[in-house]
């Protein structure tokens, strides 16, 4: 392999690194929200249960 070839496969390889670093940048994002929403469903899931709802009362 000569010097040409193998800074190709090194600037590929730092392509792909660059690409899942973005990945899993997202993937942090995705659960940081996920996880709020979690939050919020688990905060009115307590809300309901101590309050309870009738039936013909709207939420």
Not at 6 to 16: E, Q, V
Not at 25 to 54: A, D, H, M, P, Q
């Amino acid at each position: 392999m000569n010097k040409t070839e193998l800074i190709n496969k090194i600037d590929k390889a730092m392509n792909r690194l660059d690409f899942l670093a973005e990945i899993m940048e997202g993937e942090k994002t995705l659960i940081t929200g996920l996880n709020t929403i979690c939050n919020i469903l688990f905060e009115i899931r307590g809300e309901v249960s101590l309050n309870g709802i009738k039936e013909d009362e709207n939420v």
